[in-house]
Antibody, heavy 120, light 108 residues
């Protein structure tokens, strides 16, 4: 059973860059897609983007200009960087393993989530 | 941008059938999945590819998708099914994952 664990600072200042890492255990990061999804308190889910084990990426059109994802297969980790953050980026951030084929997708395993607050 | 619309809340009595809808333009031409999220927990996939159940998900959960509406059906609803439910689809035209706004299911 694959397990995912998010890590990173819980507090980020406005205009700075949010950085999170997801560590995958119980399975290889290879041959899968890996996504980041966030959820503001009391609100719904928002997809941020995905990365394949080869390093290819797809980002949400609404966040594309501020998002960078990377993968380190040697450490079984993938990462998220979100630049120029504002209070609107305050949310619980989840990493997830995704099944994706071009015409459909689903998120089959999720991390426990990590709260990131943007505040000075 | 593509949007998925869910009712904010649905109520059901224990043992009865709950139906949660998700509407979108020609949604039946896309594949839909559903997630259950209990307070303070991560979402759990309960239906994928319109009507498939992941291993470990009870048979009382089923899904359908046709026209402009996808439906999650919970037969013989139990108290433990009380949660928020989110539909989700992949919009290939915008290369974007789209989530519905979520439905709070109350079992009373």
């Amino acid at each position: 059973q694959v397990q995912l664990q998010e890590s990173g600072p819980g507090l980020v200042k406005p205009s700075e860059t949010l950085s999170l890492t997801c560590t995958v255990s119980g399975g290889s990061i290879s041959i899968y897609y890996w996504s980041w999804i966030r959820q503001p308190a009391g609100k719904g889910l928002e997809w941020i983007g995905r990365i394949y084990s080869s390093g290819s990426t797809n980002y949400s059109p609404s966040l594309k200009s501020r998002v960078t994802m990377s993968v380190d297969t040697s450490k079984n980790q993938f990462s998220l960087r979100l630049s120029s953050v504002t209070a609107a980026d305050t949310a619980v951030y989840y990493c997830a393993r995704e099944s994706y084929s071009g015409s459909l997708n689903w998120f089959e395993s999720w991390g426990q989530g990590t709260l990131v607050t943007v505040s000075s | 941008s593509y949007e998925l619309t869910q009712p904010p809340s649905v109520s059901v009595s224990p043992g009865q059938t709950a139906s949660i809808t998700c509407s979108g333009d020609q949604l039946g031409n896309k594949y839909t999945c559903w997630y259950q999220q209990k307070p303070g927990q991560s979402p759990v996939l309960v239906i994928y590819q319109d009507n498939k159940r992941p291993s470990g998900i009870p048979e009382r959960f089923s899904g359908s998708n046709s026209g402009n509406t996808a439906t999650l059906t919970i037969s013989g609803t139990q108290a433990m099914d009380e949660a928020d439910y989110y539909c989700q689809a992949w919009d290939s035209s915008t290369a974007n994952v789209v989530f519905g706004g979520g439905t709070k299911l109350t079992v009373l």
